[in-house]
């Protein structure tokens, strides 16, 4: 089936396609999904390609009147995969008139969840912004305080820390089995251009394990920091009069849970997920 191949990407077998699931601010997409991938790559997806999750390098948990609140790494996934997969269907239905073949479903899911890429400057990142959504937002909520605050708190945090990421110029990948600092950029650009579409990055090598096996892979760092940038900055000015989603909605989905103890999770087996999903 080739009648949607092209869309959106032109594809390179060896692209890792990393992508960094993010806890929302609002329900950008018209469904009841409280968190989104970063870049929303469904060009792979569609193609039933592999794509590689960025997953905190923290526990992250916060304690609310003796009780701790705990990221749920799985249910993020999780969530971050069911977006992808109902947007994609909505895709091909709406620009094709047909129904992405479940068998194409089932490749991505395979590959993707079963696969790890190694780096550890992504994993920081993404273990820094939810560790702050938790620390302004979950806290704003229970106090009562004014929860739209809280979330453009969050968003700022998102913009600043992606601009301090683009301007150091550097990212820590493992090439070879060996950690070494990359850079993101092969040329100098002021904060204007940060969103300036026209600037790719450099693209770089990265070990990715493949069901145990190590393959050496490449992706382009900056179009995931520029895409961070552009959702938070979009979101930003948005955040008035739109559906917002709440704690809460993080808490009903299990994507936050709650303890009578601080419980510190190990890895996260992504693998584990790969049965949760009605295609």
């Known amino acids: 089936m080739s009648f949607f191949k092209k869309y959106v990407y032109t594809l390179h ?20 999904f409280a968190c989104i991938p970063v870049p929303l790559r469904v060009d792979k997806i569609i193609n039933g390609d592999l794509t590689t999750f960025i997953t905190p390098d923290k526990n992250i948990s916060i304690n609310v009147s003796g009780k701790f609140y705990t990221l749920n790494i799985l249910k993020l996934v999780e969530e971050v995969a069911s977006l992808l997969i109902q947007w994609s269907k909505n895709i091909v ?28 400057t992504l994993s920081e990142d993404a273990g820094d912004f ?18 739209i605050e809280a979330l453009k708190s969050y968003l700022h945090y998102i913009i600043d820390k992606t601009k301090k990421r683009i301007s150091s ?4 990948v493992s090439i070879e089995q060996v950690y070494v600092n990359y850079p993101i950029l092969d040329e100098d650009i002021t904060e204007e251009d940060y969103l300036n579409p026209d600037v790719k990055g450099v693209t770089i090598p990265v070990d990715v394990y493949l069901n145990n096996k190590l393959k050496q892979m490449n992706f382009r760092p900056f179009l995931i920091y520029q895409d961070l940038l552009e959702t938070a900055t979009y979101t930003l000015k948005r955040i008035e009069g739109s559906e917002l989603v709440t704690p809460m909605d993080l808490i009903e989905k299990r994507i936050i849970n709650i303890f009578d103890d601080d419980k510190s999770q190990g890895e996260a087996d992504l693998s584990t997920l790969i049965n949760h999903f009605t295609l």
């Open 13 to 32: 077998s060896n692209d890792a396609a990393p992508m960094l699931p993010l806890i929302d601010v609002t329900k950008t997409y018209g469904f009841n």
């Open 93 to 120: 239905k709406s620009r094709f008139n047909r129904d992405l073949p479940r068998e194409r479903l089932t490749l991505w899911l395979t590959k993707s969840l079963n696969a790890k890429i190694l780096v550890p």
């Open 169 to 172: 110029n550097k990212l820590k």
């Open 130 to 147: 939810i560790k702050n959504y938790f620390e302004t937002v979950l806290l704003s909520y229970f106090k009562k305080t004014d929860l």
